[in-house]
């Protein structure tokens, strides 16, 4: 497949699951909420055109430590293949230069460069060696090409941290917004994850889950 449109599926699977108060800021720009950085948006503004589900098979995790999270851990996808762990995501089709605008937020605001056709021929692409510096290939729907973003590195290759109590309600949040989860079914799917599983217990993330007061109002 050759990328020859203007527009791609961008899957996301962390706190870009919450569309209103999460991904709409690396769009418009912003502060998200729980968050204490502000986005700068993107040039081209335009909401996305569709938002659909995708399950990821790949495995999720929480590891490394982000200041714009209060120094919690944050998600990524391991980079192997792995139908017994699929993540649950969410895809937004934006423009080309939308997604770029996006990794380049993710990536410190430095300028990068994606050559889409090489990624979908490998399969992914570490265009930096940073947490969000690697983009993969998830197939395609709708005739659109299906990419996402991790870190450079393999899981095991990070270090394992949980998640501020603010970045864990954005993706619950995101989860009831995307798939009308309850809090029992979003504890049973962030338990199994690495990063949460041995470091948070179901007790503490129902706390968690319960003083969850974002708004999930999808534009």
């Given at each position: 497949?050759?990328?020859?449109?203007?527009?791609?599926?961008?899957a996301?699977?962390?706190?870009?699951l919450?569309?209103?108060?999460?991904?709409?800021?690396?769009?418009?720009?912003?502060?998200?909420?729980?968050?204490s950085?502000s986005?700068?948006?993107?040039?081209?503004?335009?909401?996305?055109?569709?938002?659909?589900?995708?399950?990821?098979p790949?495995?999720?995790?929480?590891?490394?430590?982000?200041?714009?999270?209060n120094?919690?851990?944050?998600?990524?996808?391991?980079?192997?293949?792995?139908?017994?762990?699929?993540?649950?995501?969410?895809?937004?089709?934006?423009?080309?230069?939308?997604?770029?605008?996006?990794?380049?937020?993710?990536?410190?605001?430095?300028e990068?460069?994606?050559?889409?056709?090489?990624?979908i021929?490998?399969?992914?692409?570490?265009?930096?060696?940073?947490?969000?510096g690697?983009?993969?290939?998830?197939?395609?729907n709708?005739?659109?090409?299906?990419?996402?973003?991790?870190h450079?590195?393999?899981?095991?290759?990070?270090?394992?941290?949980?998640?501020?109590?603010?970045?864990?309600?954005?993706?619950?949040?995101g989860?009831?917004?995307?798939?009308?989860?309850?809090?029992?079914?979003?504890a049973d799917?962030?338990?199994q994850?690495?990063?949460?599983?041995?470091?948070?217990?179901?007790?503490?993330?129902?706390?968690?889950?319960?003083?969850?007061?974002?708004?999930?109002?999808?534009?």
């Amino acid at each position: 497949m050759c990328v020859s449109g203007s527009m791609i599926w961008y899957a996301s699977y962390g706190s870009n699951l919450l569309y209103k108060d999460g991904f709409l800021c690396y769009i418009k720009g912003g502060i998200r909420k729980s968050a204490s950085q502000s986005e700068g948006g993107c040039k081209d503004k335009t909401p996305p055109r569709k938002t659909t589900n995708i399950n990821m098979p790949y495995l999720l995790y929480f590891a490394e430590r982000a200041p714009r999270w209060n120094g919690g851990g944050v998600a990524f996808i391991g980079l192997s293949k792995n139908d017994d762990s699929l993540t649950a995501g969410r895809m937004y089709l934006i423009t080309k230069e939308q997604f770029r605008d996006v990794i380049k937020q993710e990536n410190g605001n430095q300028e990068i460069s994606v050559d889409f056709d090489d990624v979908i021929k490998k399969g992914s692409n570490v265009f930096r060696k940073s947490w969000y510096g690697n983009i993969i290939y998830l197939g395609e729907n709708d005739r659109y090409p299906i990419f996402t973003f991790t870190h450079y590195k393999d899981f095991g290759s990070q270090t394992l941290n949980k998640p501020s109590p603010g970045y864990i309600q954005i993706i619950a949040a995101g989860l009831k917004e995307s798939y009308n989860w309850t809090d029992d079914q979003i504890a049973d799917y962030l338990l199994q994850k690495p990063g949460i599983k041995t470091n948070c217990d179901r007790n503490q993330l129902t706390k968690i889950l319960c003083n969850n007061a974002i708004e999930t109002d999808a534009d």
